[in-house]
């Protein structure tokens, strides 16, 4: 079974603090993708990459960026939290496209 | 604007019956399409996909249906069960694969 496992399930933050969340996945997958769940607006992809060091904005990029070092780690950065950015964050990846994409079990962010 | 549509905020069903969960989309260039469900504080879990070659997929008690001259898509469940009750997501790519759009949700109550 894939495993994507999300650094934090819960997390509590400051504004203007720099805030990172880590995603690892077990298999090898190419592709991975970070997205934010909020009440009513499902799932709305914020980015995602195909590869390391490749990077490629989704829908909702404002006040985000990412990292991809390893092909297994992908880590999202708030680079100045705010309180617009309290939400659910996901963390998915894919063996490649037209796949599946497996997700981790969210981590549950405030901005206070 | 939105291009995948799931304009039922909820579905009740009772145990045993079966539950027809729908899905609209806009975008003739969506190529694949799959279903997640998601049970709260866990991440969405794949549960069933299709592509545009075909009409129908089957697994188990879920079977997915796409019209393409309506740009629609269901998902069947026979016979629904009390730990089906879960939030329901559509999903679509394109031909590359990769970013998928989700749909709002759809809250699905099975009772005994």
């Known amino acids: 079974d894939v495993k994507v496992t999300q650094s934090s399930r819960y997390l509590v933050k400051r504004t203007g603090e720099k805030v990172f969340l880590e995603c690892v996945q077990d298999?090898?997958?190419?592709?991975m993708f970070w997205y934010r769940q909020d009440p009513g607006l499902g799932l709305r992809l914020i980015y995602f990459?195909?590869?390391?060091?490749?990077?490629e904005k989704g829908d909702i990029p404002e006040g985000y960026s990412v990292s991809r070092e390893k092909k297994e780690r992908f880590s999202l950065i708030l680079e100045s939290a705010s309180t617009n950015q309290t939400s659910m964050y996901l963390c998915?990846?894919?063996?490649?496209?037209?796949?599946?994409?497996?997700f981790g079990d969210g981590t549950r962010l405030s901005i206070l | 604007d939105q291009q995948v549509k799931q304009n039922s905020p909820s579905l009740s069903v009772q145990e045993g019956r079966i539950s027809i969960l729908n899905c609209d989309y806009t975008?003739?260039?969506?190529?694949?399409f799959l279903w997640y469900k998601k049970y709260p504080a866990e991440g969405p879990t794949f549960l069933i996909s299709i592509s545009s070659i075909k009409d129908k997929n089957e697994d188990g008690r879920f079977t997915v249906f796409l019209n393409k001259s309506a740009k629609h898509l269901s998902l069947h469940i026979v016979p629904s069960q009390p730990g089906d009750s879960a939030v329901y997501f559509c999903?679509?790519?394109?031909?590359?694969?990769?970013?998928?759009?989700f749909g709002k949700g759809t809250t699905l109550s099975v009772s005994s």
């Open positions: 298999m090898d997958h190419e592709n």
């Open positions: 990459s195909y590869d390391v060091k490749m990077k």
């Open positions: 975008n003739s260039m969506f190529d694949y």
């Open positions: 998915a990846s894919q063996w490649r496209g037209n796949q599946p994409q497996h």
């Open positions: 999903a679509a790519s394109d031909q590359a694969g990769t970013a998928l759009i």
